[in-house]
């Protein structure tokens, strides 16, 4: 027999992957669980979180995920607007971009969704980013992957997080690839995404619904599935990611065409924000900036007033990339005055103040930043990491603080107030800090560690040191029952 904690994971991969019904070997006389967890009776909402977490950390490690906090507000704010409209409105969602210019959209286990810079930046319009989007919503409501992935094999479930991550990002990392040379040397390896036929209809069919709910245009949803067949077909490219995952065929087009026609036709409107938004990842897509600046250029001489503004706001994004600050602190000057509702431009000048080494500049413009647009996330933590670069800790601290008596900490705003504790001489409440940063992003032994850091340095303080030793011991309680569960 197996040691007990391999069996439990086990047990818990099979309800997981329930074509596993045949392990071999030695496992041969374990009694298997009832198996058919696409309908989501075995997975308990608590282990499916988790393994949504561990697949978002092995990402981590495979992939750059954007943490530009304009970036995450948007794909956030648009992908939970489509969540709540869609069949399952209390099922739990996280959505992320992920910096590279291969096309792709993919839906993890938990509800964790990643759509890549390059498809967003590839989108004419927002209904289009958000049908894919929808698209990807109804694969996780419909629980699509659990019926899909195929393996033969006993993988450890870090593994399948592994593995899950490679094949739908598309890339062969060597953490990805170690994964898969266990799983080999395990036995034969297949281990595959195939959505069917019958699920990508579902899907499109249900996306159209929750588009449609949103206030998103559903005609998008086969007009940019044909757009990305054609991408691959005419300009000789290869095949996008996302239609390996999800094939997408000349019936299938036609189908969902035929479906929008049933929606009434009128004038969708793309947000600002998709707009700014789409332009910043153009910007920040690395590659020749010279051919960056091209193309904001060309786009200067059509277009809306608005469109207009908002390359000049991208071409400024590109003179900062190429050190020319001035001009760009010019450009980004005169969008910030005359679109004053917009925080956008005001951030993105802030921004070039710090790039110029003007910190005082660049503080003073947050201030009037944050007197107008009280409580937004992403001004809150682009003024505190200005402050902690200008060595202003108390300020930061004090900031960051105020900021989370309403809302919810984020693994950088731990960090940011890790590093101004320190800095101000706290060690316990820097270690404290960190310790939740290590958490949140999945790392729960380095947050043990830095919370026995923190109690040692936190000796002579009661209070702190009874927060500490309660947080420590919840924790290790975490722990315990995690290693109890292999
Ligand atoms: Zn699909």
Not at 74 to 96: E, H, M, R, T, V
Not at 210 to 220: C, I, K, M, Q, V
Not at 293 to 322: C, I, S
Not at 448 to 461: D, E, G, S, V, Y
């Given at each position: ?196 036929r019958?699920?990508e209809q579902?899907?499109d ?16 949803m086969p007009s940019f599935f044909e757009k990305l067949q054609q991408s691959s077909r005419y300009?000789?490219?290869?095949v996008p990611?996302f239609l390996?995952?999800h094939p997408v065929t000349v019936s299938r087009i036609a189908e969902s065409r035929a479906r929008s026609e ?225």
């Open positions: 027999m197996p040691h007990p904690n391999r069996l439990r994971s086990l047990l818990l991969l099979l309800s997981l992957l329930p074509w596993l019904a045949a392990p071999y070997g030695h496992c041969t006389d374990i009694q298997l669980p009832d198996i058919g967890d696409s309908t989501g009776t075995l997975l308990t909402p608590i282990q499916e979180r988790e393994l949504g977490e561990m697949f978002l950390r092995q990402l981590r490690s495979q992939a750059t995920i954007d943490n530009d906090p304009e970036t995450s507000d948007y794909i956030q704010a648009i992908g939970q607007k489509l969540a709540a409209n869609s069949d399952k409105p209390d099922q739990p969602f996280n959505f992320f971009v992920v910096m590279d210019p291969n096309i792709n959209a993919f839906a993890g286990p938990g509800g964790q969704i990643g759509v890549n810079s390059g498809l967003i930046t590839m989108a004419d319009q927002e209904s289009e980013l958000a049908s894919v989007l929808a698209h990807e919503i109804a694969h996780v409501t419909q629980r699509h992957l659990y019926q899909s992935v195929e393996a033969s094999q006993r993988l450890s479930i870090p593994t399948v997080a592994a593995m899950l991550g490679a094949i739908l990002l598309g890339t062969q990392s060597p953490q990805a690839g170690q994964a898969a040379l266990i799983a080999l040397q395990a036995g034969s390896l297949q281990f595959q995404i195939n959505f069917t019958d699920n579902e899907a069919s249900m996306g159209m619904q929750t588009l449609s709910r949103s206030e998103f245009d559903p005609r998008a300009a000789g490219r290869d990611e390996r995952t049933s929606f009434s036709y009128k004038q969708y409107p793309d947000t600002f924000a998709f707009q700014i938004i789409r332009a910043k990842l153009r910007a920040q897509m690395g590659g020749d900036p010279n051919e960056a600046a091209q193309y904001f250029k060309a786009l200067l001489k059509q277009g809306t007033e608005q469109q207009q503004d908002v390359a000049r706001y991208g071409l400024a994004l590109v003179q900062l990339n190429q050190s020319k600050t001035a001009e760009a602190i010019e450009t980004l000057g005169k969008l910030a005055r005359k679109y004053p509702n917009q925080s956008h431009f005001l951030n993105a000048l802030a921004q070039a103040h710090v790039t110029a080494g003007r910190y005082n500049e660049a503080l003073g413009l947050y201030d009037q930043a944050l007197t107008r647009f009280p409580g937004s996330r992403a001004l809150t933590m682009e003024a505190s990491q200005t402050q902690l670069l200008a060595g202003k800790a108390e300020r930061a601290r004090k900031l960051l603080t105020d900021y989370l008596r309403h809302n919810q900490a984020t693994p950088q705003i731990n960090q940011m107030l890790a590093q101004a504790y320190t800095k101000l001489g706290s060690e316990a409440e820097g270690h404290r800090f960190m310790a939740e940063y290590y958490y949140q992003t999945g790392q729960t032994r380095p947050a043990i560690m830095q919370l026995k850091l923190a109690r040692q340095t936190a000796k002579n303080n009661f209070y702190l040191s009874t927060m500490i030793e309660q947080r420590l011991s919840e924790l290790l309680a975490e722990e315990r029952a995690r290693r109890e569960e292999r």
